[in-house]
């Protein structure tokens, strides 16, 4: 490990709200344990945007971009399972693989990994970007808006050969947390009635979870009549505009006064949180998926919960063993069974990154790729 004048070209944060600052950066060697992946492509996510928009104010100067795919440039000392060249998908929950939860295929939920990508620095605590002497952090252990980045050997996860790299990036983070929701945590049951509320790249990839588990009723909900219709085209079997119909009441309209077996939330709002629960039949569940701002809460009347036998859940990552579920999600794609492709709405330059993040504050687009 060391810096040994290698640079790469990065999107920089220096402060919440500023626009990112393109610019050549040093980039270190990996260390033990560590590879340098070479990105191909990299999608934006809405965690990036709680990152700039100081929802969630990282530690800056940051590298941000979690959903990224590219190939092995290097690879550290003691480092056996990646030879250079081989195609992988990021992970932002590189595993430890001796904690509890690594043990029974949680990597999501990694002891090690809550305390290091958590604060955007490598296991050892310290960061392998810098510029004049300043260190620079790593957004979620990946930093993907980059031509280099380091990351732990285990948050870089061997993909089939011949996988789109640009599909590879969305499956990185969107598509593994939604399709994960829904097959993961919920374990959607065949005619179950779902209710999806938010139909950006996450709850798109809900919408297709639920799909693919052979849900019955599947309700979309969003605020855009374009997200909508882009969820019909994945399956949603009924939609609904909440800026102009209230959730609740259509919900129990469609389901003849039932209400649905399970609700996803893939926004991050109290009020889109407490619909969730809202929309809910007996023994439904509530997933939470979107990220809240830091500090936000919900409310839930126990009486109800309790009365109708309610449960809500959190669903971190999709519940994914990323080593297991990024080969299968591409393997569903590859067979036509999945349509990532239609994931990906929008092509930039990095020099543009920030075009990007005006598009999602907007709401305009599903996922923009970021090639490299
Ligand atoms: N009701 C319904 N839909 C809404 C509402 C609302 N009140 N407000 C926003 N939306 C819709 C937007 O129109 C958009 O289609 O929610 C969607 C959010 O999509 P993106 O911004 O693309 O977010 P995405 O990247 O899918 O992430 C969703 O999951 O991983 C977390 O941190 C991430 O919290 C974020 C969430
Ligand atoms: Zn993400």
Request: charged share 15%; glycine share 14%.
């Amino acid at each position: 490990m060391g810096f040994e004048g290698r640079t790469t070209r990065a999107a920089v944060m220096y402060g919440v709200n500023e626009p990112l600052i393109v610019e050549e950066i040093e980039i270190a060697e990996p260390g033990p344990g560590e590879v340098m992946v070479k990105l191909a492509a990299s999608s934006v996510c809405h965690s990036d945007l709680h990152a700039l928009d100081g929802g969630w104010p990282p530690q800056v100067p940051i590298v941000l971009g979690h959903e990224g795919a590219g190939t092995i440039e290097a690879v550290g000392p003691g480092v056996t399972r990646h030879a250079v060249g081989d195609p992988v998908s990021l992970s932002w929950t590189p595993g430890c693989e001796r904690c509890r939860f690594c043990l029974v295929g949680r990597p999501n939920l990694c002891e090690r990994m809550m305390a290091t990508t958590g604060s955007n620095v490598m296991v050892d605590g310290t960061t392998r970007l810098r510029k004049g002497g300043q260190e620079i952090y790593t957004y979620m252990g990946t930093g993907s808006f980059s031509g280099y980045t380091v990351v732990p050997e285990t948050g870089a996860i061997p993909i089939p050969a011949g996988s789109h790299l640009d599909v590879a990036a969305v499956v990185g983070c969107a598509v593994t947390t939604g399709f994960g929701a829904a097959t993961k945590t919920a374990r959607i049951a065949v005619g179950d009635t779902a209710v999806v509320i938010g139909l950006g790249g996450v709850g798109l990839s809900v919408i297709q979870g639920c799909v693919a588990q052979s849900a019955g009723m599947v309700i979309a909900v969003d605020v855009h009549e374009d997200k909508l219709a882009t969820a019909k085209h994945f399956g949603a079997t009924h939609v609904v505009n909440a800026r102009e119909t209230d959730v609740s009441a259509a919900v129990a309209e469609l389901t003849g006064g039932r209400g649905a077996d399970v609700a996803f939330e893939a926004i991050g709002l109290k009020a889109t949180i407490e619909q969730t629960i809202g929309v809910l039949g007996p023994r439904g569940t509530a997933v939470l998926v979107g990220m809240p701002p830091s500090g936000v809460t919900f409310e839930a009347d126990p009486t109800l919960v309790a009365m109708m036998e309610l449960s809500i859940v959190g669903s971190n990552y999709g519940s994914a063993n990323p080593p297991v579920d990024f080969p299968r999600i591409l393997g569903l794609a590859q067979l036509g069974r999945l349509d990532l492709a239609s994931l990906i709405t929008r092509r930039i330059a990095l020099e543009d990154i920030n075009e990007a993040f005006e598009d999602m504050k907007r709401g305009e687009g599903i996922r923009t790729v970021v090639s490299h």
